[in-house]
């Protein structure tokens, strides 16, 4: 049995439809992620599992129960890591984690969470004194003290340096280990490359895409992205235009960056050399790659989402 079902989930906000019609499943023990611009509806769906917000309609269950209606066996059996968390300032790490764990009916021991997370020897710190990445730590291991069975995880390496993403990442795969259900959304590809099963796109409300990070890529091996930084000429000049059209790959031209996806990469870049010999320059900031689920990400949410714009 799934560890988390939703089906046509549905919920607004006044006139504005926050999540519209949104469905899937999370298998147990694995690690699901939600992806999508700002405003696109991955923490509203995400404090609907929680059992934090109602919703309008659709059917929603983690681990058999419905959270809009689940009391304090429910919440017993899931952790939480929210983007922000308010800790007493005064309170010590150890404090923190003894007080909120005394909620749980299993708790994991202190000394072990504080390893999971790499705060080893902080035990005894107040938590006003530690670092922007050592908070986050401590918000992470707030979410592990109740030794959870399904763990939402928002934004969960916000603030940390590439080594302790890398140490977050290697806790999360070994909590998976253990048979943890993990539901996560990140603003890092490379983070959701490496945790996830599976990942769903969300776009105002709805799910685009949903799959493997490799299936979301879909033939993206097969395609070569080829990008550099386009000289300062006018686009539609008769020469740039036959140039472009002369590709065989889709192009973008955007910021004074072209990129070119094609799967005839040495004819394309032998003529975009040869053009630029023509010009007297250089193809400059030269770079020549398989598309990353980022680029597949940007293109499946396009250009015009998340500026400015804080998640519903």
Known sequence: MPAVTVTDLKKSYGTVRAVDGLSFSVGEGEVFALLGPNGAGKSTVVEILEGHRTRDSGKVTVLGTDPGTAGQ??????????????????????????????????RRPVDEVLDLVGLTGLGDR?????????????????????????????????GFDPSARRHAWE??????????????????????????????VVVDGRIVAEGTPDELRGNADSETLVRFRFPEVDPNSGPVV?????????????????????????????????????????????EVTTPTLEDVYLGLIGGDHGAGVEDV
């Open 73 to 106: 066996g429910y919440r017993d059996r899931i952790g939480i890591v929210l983007q922000e968390a308010g800790i007493e300032r005064e309170l010590t790490v150890r404090e923190a984690l003894v007080h909120y764990g005394a909620c749980y009916s299993r």
């Open 242 to 286: 036959e140039l472009l059209g002369g590709l065989a790959g889709r192009t973008s031209l955007r910021n004074g960056v072209l990129e070119v996806y094609t799967e005839q990469p040495t004819t394309d870049l032998n003529l975009l050399t040869q053009w630029a010999i023509g010009q007297g320059g250089a193809l400059e900031g030269l």
């Open 126 to 158: 107040r938590t006003h004194q530690l670092s922007g990445g050592q908070k986050r730590r401590v918000d992470l291991a707030l979410g592990l003290i109740g030794d959870p069975d399904v763990l939402f995880l928002d934004e969960p390496t916000t």
């Open 171 to 200: 806790m999360i795969e070994g909590l998976q280990d253990l048979g943890t259900t993990i539901l996560l959304t990140s603003h890092y590809m490379d983070e959701v490359q490496v945790l996830a099963d599976r990942v769903a």
